[in-house]
Each structure stands twice: as structure tokens, then as C-alpha cells.
């Protein structure tokens, strides 16, 4: 490890400590999507019943679906684990294990709550459920994943079934005018989320006292391939106006920086070594967004961007993980619950990094005491 990376663990330690009772005062809304995900392996070779190999790398499965070009082949999953998904509820149970006070909105079941999501309502401060989850099928690898959805529920998120929900503007802006943080997390996968942000600029921002410092809004995208160039160049700008009444965060993991930078024509600097163009196209985003901090969080490491130099930490990676379904939205709620208990950017970079690296070798998320240990374990090269 070197120096600069134990530095931070030190400094991130020093911080977080005197804090770890700060959590209860916290209090946050989220949404608005929500999946049950099954987490599956694909078996390569299987001996009997009980014990097979299984493909490890996007690559040699990737091979075997190009071997069965012109012909047909078959594949067997196995499944690991049925669990809670979706970037907004992945986020907010990361966030509940922190000990804020949470409520969520989202597609948690339309006549009852999905039994994956009964844990997570039980701890919640109140839940507004929307419409029934999505489903994903969850292909794990160990240099990736690939996430196979079924959205169809997912239209019915709209924001006059939200102001149904939650009892019209009014009653959502007082309750996010109590909120330390105010989240929407996954645009690409919700067909009218840019509608949704529409009526929430329109009919909640102005109601919302003028506060100081302001409270944070976080944004995550959900690898926005899919959308055309128009579709996330205006989601772009309809995340810059909530800037007047926020500090607004924008997560991206390094697949949809680039992404988000074609869409800006920003020069991606494909020529540099990527050690030298990553920051600079971090840089170029955040000035075009005009919000309060841009964070990226590649697999080995994350950087943030919010007014001045571009930060960045190098994280504990984890070769062999048990589960990376999710290891994004724990960076992101790392992040941002260091932001709310009012570290700097560094510091909360780091504890991103600490939640994720945690959440991948447990396959759960860290509460406060979880994440010390686990920083005197990093800092000791014995994670």
C-alpha cells in the first residue's frame, strides 16, 4: 500500500470515529426504483448433481455465446441468491445499516411489499411503494457482471402516481424539506423519470425553504447506453436545475463518464494514458453540469470532482469477490453518507471506496462499527 493511500485511510479514520453516534440525526429520502434480483453463476463444466465449475470472466461466456452463432447451445444458471435490487433500494439498505432515518419511494409491490423488501420497510422510517418490483437476472463473474432486466412495471412510476402515493406537492415537499439528503437513483431503467424530476422542479422546488448550508441531492443514471443522446442530454440539464435548492451529486461508474461526455461532444482524450485522461474528462463533466460534485467510481479505485482539483483514492480491490451486484450503489451511499455527516470530499471519497471494498467480500453491507474495523484491517494490508 502506498503512502498517499494510507494517508487517507488514517485521515478518514480520525474523522468518521467522533462521529459514530451522528447517524440517528440523519434523515433521508429516496427512490424510486426497485428490483428483485436473483444472483446467478453459469456453470461450465458440471461433475454430478451437486458440483459443477463455473465460466469466471464476461469473456469465456461471451466465447461460448459466439461458438453458438448459426447453431443453438444451452446454458445452466445456479442460482446464489434471490435478494433486494435496484440501485435505489441497494443504496438506502446500505444506508439503513448506517443508522439514518430513511424513507422510500419506489417499486417495492403494488398490493403488499415483496418479501425481499420486508427487512428494509421494517427498518424504514415510511414507505410509499409504487407499482410491483422489476426483475433481474444477475449473471456474476469475477472481472464483472451482466444484469439481465425485466421492466415492464416499471412504466407505471410516473409523477402523478408519486403525487398519489405521498399526498400531492405539498406533502413531498415537507417532507424533503426535513431530508439531509434527498435521492433518485436509476433514470435510464424508469421510462418517465425525466418527467418525474420535471414535476418535482416545478411543483415541489418552489416550496422548499431557502436552507444553509444546503441539503444533498444524489443522482445516479444506471448506465444510460440505451438512451438516446437527447433523452440524457436533457436529463443532464434537469439534474443541473435542482442545484437551486440543492448540492446536487452526480455518481457515475467509468463506463457511463464517457457516456455522460459524448453527450457534452467533450473530448475524451482517447490518445492519453488513462491515468492522465480519466481526470481531465472528470473535470470537463463537472463543468458542464454546473452542480456541487461530480464522483466516478471505476473498479479499482474512485475520484470526485466538486469546484477545484479532481480527488481521487485508490480502493481496497478485492480479486475474488462474493457479490459485485451492488457494489456501486454501496460506493455511492458510503459517499454520500460521509457527505451528510459533514466530511469533506476526500474523506467521503475514501469511505465510499471502504463500503463498497466491505460489501464485496461480505455480500452485505458495514454499519458503523463494520466500517472502523474494516479501515484498521485495510490500513494493516489484511483485507
Not at 442460482?79 to 433500494?89: D, I, R, S, V, W
Not at 451529486?249 to 480519466?278: C, H, M, T, W, Y
Request: hydrophobic fraction near 40%.
Amino acid at each position: 500500500m502506498d503512502k498517499k493511500t494510507q494517508g487517507n485511510i488514517d485521515a478518514l479514520y480520525g474523522a468518521l470515529e467522533p462521529k459514530k453516534d451522528c447517524a440517528g440525526s440523519l434523515t433521508m429520502l429516496v427512490g424510486v426504483d426497485g428490483f428483485v434480483d436473483e444472483i446467478l453463476h453459469c456453470v461450465d463444466k458440471r461433475q454430478d448433481f451437486d458440483n459443477y465449475t463455473r465460466l469466471n470472466t464476461i469473456g469465456e461466456y461471451g466465447q461460448r455465446i459466439v461458438r453458438a452463432a448459426g447453431l443453438s447451445t444451452n446454458f445452466e444458471f445456479v442460482n446464489q441468491a434471490t435478494k433486494l435490487g435496484g440501485n435505489g433500494p441497494i443504496f438506502s439498505n446500505a444506508l439503513l445499516e448506517y443508522g439514518v432515518n430513511l424513507s422510500y419511494v419506489g417499486a417495492l409491490g403494488r398490493s403488499d411489499i415483496h418479501p425481499v423488501f420486508k427487512d428494509m420497510a421494517e427498518k424504514s422510517k415510511a414507505i410509499y411503494s409504487l407499482c410491483d418490483p422489476g426483475f433481474t437476472d444477475a449473471l456474476e463473474f469475477e472481472d464483472g457482471k451482466l444484469m439481465l432486466g425485466k421492466h415492464k412495471t416499471l412504466k407505471e412510476i410516473t409523477w402523478d402516481r408519486m403525487k398519489e402515493v405521498m399526498g400531492g406537492a405539498a406533502s413531498i415537499a415537507e417532507i424533503i424539506a426535513q431530508c439531509d439528503l434527498f435521492g433518485m437513483e436509476n433514470w435510464t431503467m424508469i421510462p418517465r423519470m425525466s418527467q418525474l424530476w420535471e414535476g418535482l422542479i416545478d411543483e415541489v422546488l418552489p416550496l422548499l425553504p431557502d436552507r444553509s448550508p444546503k441539503p444533498l441531492a444524489f443522482f445516479d443514471l444506471a448506465d444510460p447506453e440505451k438512451r438516446d443522446k437527447a433523452d440524457i442530454l436533457h436529463a443532464m440539464k434537469l439534474i443541473g436545475k435542482f442545484e437551486h435548492k440543492f448540492r446536487t451529486v452526480l455518481g457515475l461508474n467509468e463506463k457511463e463518464l464517457f457516456e455522460v461526455a459524448a453527450v457534452f461532444d467533450i473530448d475524451e482524450r482517447a490518445s492519453l494514458p488513462r491515468e492522465e485522461q480519466l481526470p481531465l474528462v472528470i473535470k470537463d463533466v463537472y463543468d458542464a453540469m454546473h452542480i456541487t460534485c461530480l464522483v466516478v467510481h471505476p473498479t479499482k479505485e474512485a475520484f470526485a470532482c466538486g469546484g477545484g482539483d479532481v480527488l481521487h483514492t485508490e480502493g481496497p480491490y478485492c480479486a475474488k469477490p462474493v457479490l459485485t451486484t451492488g457494489a456501486g450503489d454501496n460506493f455511492n451511499a458510503g459517499f454520500c453518507f460521509g457527505l451528510s455527516l459533514g466530511l469533506d470530499i476526500q474523506n467521503a471519497l475514501v469511505l465510499g471506496v471502504a463500503t463498497s471494498g466491505y460489501y464485496v467480500r461480505n455480500a452485505g453491507s458495514p454499519n458503523f462499527g463494520n466500517i472502523l474495523a474494516f479501515l484498521k484491517d485495510w490500513e494493516a494490508d489484511k483485507v
